[in-house]
C-alpha cells in the first residue's frame, strides 16, 4: 500500500471474515470487524492486536438499513476515510425443495445480495469523494458449479416425495453477486473504484464440523487435495484491495485448490 488504507470488513468475526481481516492488517490496512455478535468481534481484535493495520470492532445487522448507515459512518469516524469494503457476511439454509417458502427466500436473497448492493451503495458515495475504492464480494462455487450435497448437513434423499434439500436461495443470491459485481465495476471504474468477486471453494471454518467421510469424499474432488483456510481467502482480498491491483475490475478470482475445474 501507498499509504494507510481503511476497510470495513462484514462478518469479521470468525471463519473468512477474520482471515481477510487478518491478511489485511498484515499489510497494514486498518479494519472496521463488523458483525451481528460482539464476542467473536472482540476475540478477533485481541488476536489481531500486534498487527501492522489495526482492528476496531462494530456490532451490527448488514440486513438493516440504519446498520448499514452506521457501518460506513463509524469506518469515516474512527479511520477518517474509507478505502475498501469487503462483503463477507452471510448465510443460506436448506430445506426440502417442494416447502421452500417465500420468507426463507427473501432472508437468504437479504443478506447474500440484498445486504451487499446497498452497503456497496454507501460505501461508493465515500470512495468516489477520494477518487479510490475496493469493494470486494465474497462469493461461492455454488455460484459456477450446481450443488451435489458433498457439503450439505443434510441426506442428499433424492427419492423424498418433498424433493431433496437443497438451499436454491443461496445459489442464486450468490450467482447474483457475481453479476452484480460485475455492473457495479462498470459504473464505477471512472471513479477509481475497482469491484470484484472472490469465490471460495470448501474452507475450513469454526464451528463447522464434517463427518470423516464427508471430509474425505470432499478432499477427494479437490485437485489440491484438501480444503481451503480462511487465510486462502484473505490473502486473495489483500491482493485485490492493493494498488497492485488497480487494474483488475469486474473479475470473479475462484480460490477453491481447483475444484471447479475438474
Request: aromatic residues 4%; glycine residues 14%.
Amino acid at each position: 500500500m501507498t499509504q494507510r488504507r481503511a476497510a470495513i470488513v462484514t462478518g469479521g468475526g470468525t471463519g473468512i471474515g477474520q482471515g481477510v481481516v487478518e491478511a489485511l492488517t498484515a499489510a497494514g490496512v486498518d479494519c472496521l470487524a463488523v458483525g451481528r455478535r460482539l464476542e467473536p468481534l472482540q476475540a478477533t481484535a485481541q488476536a489481531l492486536a500486534g498487527a501492522p493495520g489495526r482492528v476496531e470492532i462494530l456490532a451490527a445487522d448488514v440486513t438493516v438499513p440504519e446498520d448499514r448507515a452506521a457501518i460506513v459512518q463509524a469506518a469515516k469516524d474512527r479511520f477518517g476515510r474509507l478505502d475498501i469494503l469487503v462483503n463477507n457476511a452471510g448465510g443460506g439454509n436448506e430445506d426440502r425443495l417442494l416447502d421452500y417458502t417465500v420468507d426463507a427466500w427473501r432472508q437468504v436473497v437479504g443478506v447474500n445480495l440484498e445486504a451487499q448492493f446497498f452497503l456497496a451503495q454507501a460505501a461508493i458515495e465515500v470512495m468516489r469523494d477520494q477518487g479510490f475504492g475496493r469493494i470486494i464480494n465474497i462469493s461461492s462455487i455454488l455460484a459456477v458449479v450446481g450443488n451435489d450435497g458433498t457439503g450439505s448437513v443434510n441426506a442428499v434423499d433424492r427419492e423424498h416425495p418433498r424433493g431433496p434439500f437443497r438451499g436454491v436461495s443461496y445459489t442464486a443470491a450468490k450467482a447474483g453477486l457475481t453479476g452484480l459485481t460485475r455492473d457495479l465495476a462498470v459504473g464505477v471504474a471512472h471513479w477509481g473504484i475497482t469491484v470484484n468477486t472472490v469465490t471460495p471453494g470448501y474452507i475450513e471454518r469454526p464451528g463447522r464440523s464434517r463427518q470423516p467421510e464427508v471430509r474425505a469424499k470432499i478432499a477427494a474432488g479437490v485437485p489440491m487435495g484438501r480444503h481451503g483456510e480462511p487465510s486462502d481467502i484473505g490473502n486473495a482480498v489483500a491482493y485485490l484491495a492493493s494498488d497492485g491491483a488497480g487494474y483488475v475490475t469486474g473479475h470473479d478470482l475462484v480460490v477453491d485448490g481447483g475444484r471447479t475445474i475438474w
